[in-house]
Structure formats: C-alpha cells, structure tokens
C-alpha cells in the first residue's frame, strides 16, 4: 500500500484535477441542473463506478492494451460521442413543465446511475489518463503493483465523490429556482442539449 505521504499529495491532486472543467463535472452539472441534486448524486455513483472499472483495467494491464489499438479507443470514442449525441436530442425534447416527484423518482434511479456509468466507460481518454497518472506514484518496492493501484484508484474515486457531489448538490439548488419558470427550464434544456453536443464533437475529433 502506498505509504500516507504519498497518498495525501495524491489526494489533494485529485481533488484538483476532478475541479478542472472537463465532460464529466459538466455533465454532472448540467444533469442536476436540470433533474435536481438526487438526480446529480446518483449521476457522481455511476462515474464513480465507471472510474472504478477504469482503475481495475490499468491494475490489471488492459488498459496498455487499449492505448495501443487504434480500433478500441476509436470504436469507445465514437460510442461516446454517439451517446452525448442521444443525450442532446432528449435534452433538446424534454417536456417543459414540474415533474411529479414519482417522476422524478423513476428517472433519477432507472436512468441517471446508467447515464454517469456510459458517460465515463465510453471515454477513452480516462483510462489512458489513469494509464499515465496512477503508476508515476507506485514503487515495486512496496511490493506487488496492483494492489497499489486499485488503492490509488479509490483515493482518486473518493476525490471525485467529494467534488462531483459539491457539484450536484449547489448546481441541484440553483436549478429548483430556475426550473420554476418555464421559459427557463426551455433555455436550460436546450443550452444542456448544445453543450452535449459540444462535447460530443470534441470526443469524436479526439487523438490519443
């Protein structure tokens, strides 16, 4: 296990990096926006999940083999992209008008721990990030490398909670005042439903 003054500075640039703006925290903050913080929160589970699955691919090799195929990383970047590309055309057709709070309960655990889980498995780029970033801060010396790994990996996860959750959470407050007009929730939805677009251009044209 790596040792604690390994694992604070580790921490705190995690924490940093999870604050960057990138497609996850922005997806995070918009979908919270727009479906209130419960809906955030269970999005912040799925990529966590996803991180997780990540984690376990550079721990166990797979990911060197990813970065190495062309065809894997184009086939999961176009799988991406095609699902921030679904995630626009629901955006840019959602109803306008207050859900029911069974509504609301359906969509926030049927739909948004998948949504956060896709969003972050089919970016390419996050495990060759890992593939890079976890192994600078193991040593063989510490014994067996996996293991090292995997607790980077939940450090990182654990980071991410903490960011991503702050994220949903102030972005779900502020959407309740928005979300009462209907004119608000139109230019919510339809900026939500550009960005996803946005993104999903900018993951299609990406190089490894």
Not at 42 to 56: N, P, Q, S, Y
Request: aromatic share 10%; hydrophobic share 60%; glycine share 8%.
């Amino acid at each position: 296990m790596p040792p604690f003054d390994t694992l604070l500075p580790f921490l705190g640039i995690a924490v940093l990096l999870s604050l960057a703006p990138g497609p996850d925290n922005i997806f995070v903050l918009l979908l919270s926006a727009m479906h209130g913080t419960r809906a955030g929160l269970t999005v912040v589970l799925g990529l966590c999940t996803g991180l997780l699955v990540h984690t376990a691919v550079v721990a166990v090799g797979l990911a060197a083999l990813l970065a190495a195929s062309t065809v894997a990383f184009t086939v999961l970047k176009i799988a991406g992209a095609l699902y921030l590309v679904y995630l626009a055309w629901q955006a840019f057709r959602a109803p306008v008008g207050e859900l029911s709070s069974s509504q609301m309960q359906v969509k926030t655990g049927k739909h948004m721990y998948l949504r956060g889980v896709i969003m972050n498995l089919t970016n390419p780029k996050v495990v060759i990030f890992f593939l890079a970033f976890l192994p600078q801060f193991v040593s063989p010396d510490r014994g067996p490398v996996a293991p090292q790994i995997m607790v980077l990996g939940f450090v990182f996860i654990l980071a991410t909670l903490l960011v991503f959750g702050s994220i949903a959470w102030f972005s779900g407050a502020f959407g309740r005042v928005l979300m009462r007009s209907a004119r608000m929730q139109r230019a919510v939805n339809w900026f939500a439903g550009s960005v996803f677009l946005a993104l999903a251009g900018r993951l299609a044209l990406s190089q490894r």
